[in-house]
């Protein structure tokens, strides 16, 4: 039996009793964490994210302590330019005390295949008749009118192309081309040679 948890933004593959190193926990010495499942493996394996809900990994924290230092060199030619510096990541050793998958669904099962038992199924009720779509009139004759469009059908005008509409339906001009024709274009008047 094995489980694969995340912590830290790695994946570790754990036992229980194994001790390994992880990215700094917010947990004192001693304590109990919580370490999220992503994969649970015993006799079947469990991938789901409703059934890791039922996995539970617990892990007790054994110590702080902090990794190897990392040398960190920078150097451009011909330039004269070089950076050393070093880093330490922050690490924490914990034992994984329990690997656990609660098997709640055979109880839950269980009274329910009871209930279903001592209660007669019931019969069930009739569905009501499915409407037919109104198809629209057809004109009998060719001398009598076509039926109207629904409403809903036309496309709608902006609001500017209804005023314009009804301007010329009135019989105005629209503003714009009304001062178009009354300004003519100004002509030179002192003369046309450009002198």
Avoid: C, N
Avoid at 54 to 71: D, F, N, P, S, Y
Avoid at 86 to 107: D, N
Avoid at 115 to 138: E, V
Avoid at 155 to 170: S, T, V, Y
Wanted: without cysteine.
């Amino acid at each position: 039996m094995y489980a694969i948890v995340k912590t830290g933004g790695k994946q570790y593959r754990v036992q229980t009793g194994q001790r390994l190193l992880v990215e700094r926990l917010a947990a004192e010495a001693g304590a109990e964490v919580a370490l999220e499942p992503i994969l649970y493996r015993d006799k079947e394996t469990v991938l789901d994210p409703a059934g890791l809900e039922k996995v539970k990994v617990t892990a007790k924290v054994i110590e702080h302590v902090r990794g190897e230092k990392l040398r960190v060199f920078k150097f451009k030619p011909k330039r004269g330019y070089k950076r050393r510096t070093g880093h330490r990541q922050p690490l924490t050793r914990i034992e994984v005390s329990e690997i656990s998958a609660h098997k709640k669904e055979a109880t839950a099962k269980a009274p329910a295949s009871e209930s279903a038992k001592a209660a007669p199924a019931k019969p069930k009720a009739p569905a009501p008749p499915k409407r037919k779509a109104a198809s629209p009139a057809k004109p009998k004759a060719p001398g009598q009118a076509k039926p109207k469009a629904s409403p809903q059908a036309k496309p709608k005008a902006p609001a500017r192309g209804k005023a314009k509409a009804a301007e010329q339906a009135e019989g105005k001009e629209a503003p714009k081309a009304k001062a178009k024709r009354a300004a003519p274009a100004k002509k030179d008047e002192e003369g046309s040679d450009g002198a």
